[in-house]
């Protein structure tokens, strides 16, 4: 039997980016200003912030030192956010394609984990910012369904309760609403509230 952190989770980030990028050409002009639930980024920074996460993934698949970006990319007009992100988007899979290898050890901002770990990252951050910019800019807060039920079965594992906060970049888990939807509650486990 397969178990989710078995799973190769390339299928699912592939997917997340794509709903990402949705979010982002969906954005308005007088939307690049609004907080969101991450209180460390305005639309505008989360945006910048989406792009360096794709671009860390990117230089983690090849070896390099995913600390070299920034994490914030500042240098993107706001008309240019969406297509900056499919880009970086589109540049991950001459990496982590169908050669890439999920096994190798990596060094993550996190640690040297796997592949398919640092992968399997990403996902949750691009979930969960995804959320964030969805809720922040109107837009439906939910991704497709199995890729955030998929992340919210590993989340646990790979994000415990606790520690939280100090080297552990991420708030206390929040209780989710009886009918929140598997992306909000991946995004609550993350310690992010609407």
């Known amino acids: 039997m397969t178990t989710t952190t078995q799973l190769d989770p390339r299928p699912y980030y592939r997917d ?3 709903w990402v990028h949705g979010l982002l050409a969906a954005i308005r002009d007088d939307q690049w200003t609004l907080p969101t639930p991450c209180d460390e980024f305005d ?9 360096a996460t794709v671009q860390r993934a990117k230089i983690i698949g090849d070896g390099g030192d995913p600390m070299t970006v920034p994490l914030v990319v500042t240098d993107v007009a706001d008309e240019d956010v969406a297509a900056a992100y499919r880009e ?18 990596v060094q993550a901002p996190w640690g040297r984990i796997t592949g398919a770990a640092a992968v399997r ?4 951050e691009t979930l969960v910012h995804g959320w964030d910019l969805a809720v922040a800019t109107g837009q439906p807060v939910e991704a497709d369904e199995k890729v955030a039920t998929t992340a919210l079965a ?15 970049p991420f708030g206390p888990v929040v209780a989710s609403a009886d009918d929140a939807g598997p992306t909000e509650r ?3 486990w993350s310690g992010h509230r609407r």
């Open 43 to 51: 639309v505008r920074r989360l945006g910048g912030h989406l792009i």
């Open 121 to 124: 990252g990403y996902l949750n």
């Open 88 to 105: 970086s988007s589109d540049s991950l899979w001459s990496t982590w394609g169908p050669d890439g290898s999920l096994d190798r050890e």
């Open 186 to 188: 991946l995004a609550n």
């Open 16 to 18: 997340a980016l794509q």
């Open 154 to 168: 590993v989340a646990p594992q790979v994000l415990p309760a606790e520690p939280r906060g100090g080297h552990v």
